[in-house]
């Protein structure tokens, strides 16, 4: 199986935390020849999926395709195993958009609002993994915690929360400071 580059790891990453697992919109900086390209690679391997977008609910949009409809991206059970997330609702989002649109329009939502996002599924076991479940704990938790949980250095924690969880993933993760614990970290 061919590994995803950074960017498209970027891609589906993003994709996962989504609702609908949405890939638009894409990477800043990533636009023209450069996006076509990714994003035609990514198709042909079976990671993305070009289906028709949504206007009424506000998908953003990939390409036109006549007479006010267009197509928009969504990332495949194939691409988020490609990543090492576990799919959760692509097989049910991607057979929901083939379905006939619902007769009431639901509002627009902006697919990087933290509000709406959904958290990805990570594979079991992984240190990563194990830093997602605790931020998700309703008691959250500290930088010591998660260094005690991980073996890594607390330096490493704190780069993976504002790098890998909250930079690249986009995941909401807020801090407050609590008595007697100091600083606690949780997915909002």
Do not use: C
């Not at 990671?47 to 609910?57: H, K, S």
């Not at 057979?95 to 959904?118: L, M, N, V």
């Amino acid at each position: 199986m061919t590994t995803p580059s950074d960017t498209q790891s970027l891609i589906l990453s993003r994709a996962a935390t989504r609702p609908g697992n949405l890939a638009l919109p894409l990477p800043e900086g990533l636009v023209g020849a450069a996006a076509k390209m990714v994003v035609g690679k990514m198709i042909a391997r079976g990671w993305l999926e070009e289906v028709e977008a949504n206007l009424r609910r506000g998908e953003p949009m990939w390409r036109e395709t006549g007479d006010g409809h267009g197509t928009t991206l969504i990332a495949t059970e194939v691409g988020l195993e490609a990543i090492g997330i576990e799919p959760v609702v692509a097989s049910a989002v991607a057979s929901a958009r083939k379905a006939k649109p619902k007769p009431e329009p639901e509002p627009a939502q902006t697919p990087d609002d933290p509000d709406t996002a959904k958290p990805a599924t990570f594979r079991a076991g992984t240190k990563q993994a194990q830093i997602i479940a605790m931020l998700q704990r309703p008691e959250g938790a500290t930088v010591a915690e998660m260094v005690e949980a991980t073996g890594w250095q607390s330096h490493t924690v704190r780069g993976s929360i504002s790098g890998a969880l909250k930079k690249k993933l986009g995941l909401p993760i807020t801090a407050e400071k609590v008595e007697g614990r100091g600083s606690v970290y949780r997915i909002a």
